[in-house]
């Protein structure tokens, strides 16, 4: 059980780690210039609304993006009563039969919430993508956008995990 409990705390945060690092170095090439997709500012992909509002539809795309990049309370309730129950199975005697129960249904919530947070947020990572395609058929400078990649060409952040070995004689 304990070994649970620490894998769980463990992935998560490693999967925190890396949706840090996507959100703040996302840029995009219009006219040979990088320009930063998400500024400073509280909206996400606002750094491209200058461009993408001379389109009516990109527009529209955008603004739906950026509603969906919104926190939902459904999310902040599971992300609550996960923690509630993690700490109450904490804090409960180490000899109850709730103390399992509390640990294992808090960190299952807490997963879920994960999981479902970051489903949704791949799906209206797509609203962002349809925006600048709908910009591109009708405007230059054309928007040149590939969240996967990285400035230097490597794939973006994410857990991934590779093998190698260096010899040396």
């Avoid at 463990?10 to 959100?23: F, N």
């Avoid at 609304?49 to 001379?54: A, V």
Wanted: charged content about 20%; hydrophobic content about 40%.
């Amino acid at each position: 059980m304990k070994n649970f409990i620490t894998l769980t705390i463990a992935t998560l945060c490693i999967m925190g780690r890396a949706y840090a690092v996507e959100t703040c170095s996302r840029i995009a090439i219009i006219n040979y210039q990088e320009v930063l997709v998400d500024t400073n500012s509280t909206e996400k992909g606002e750094g491209l609304r200058f461009h993408l509002e001379k389109d009516k539809t990109a527009k529209s795309y955008l603004d739906a993006y950026q509603e969906g990049t919104q926190i939902k309370w459904q999310n902040a309730v599971l992300g609550t009563a996960g923690t509630t129950m993690m700490l109450a199975g904490i804090l409960t005697n180490n000899d109850s039969e709730r103390k399992q129960t509390l640990l294992i249904g808090g960190a299952t919530f807490m997963i879920l919430n994960f999981l479902v947070a970051r489903t949704l947020e791949a799906s209206n990572e797509q609203n962002l993508i349809k925006a600048i395609e709908e910009y591109n058929k009708r405007n230059l400078p054309k928007i040149y956008f590939n969240p996967d990649r990285e400035t230097d060409g490597s794939l973006g952040p994410g857990v991934s995990f590779s093998i190698s070995k260096e010899w040396s004689f």
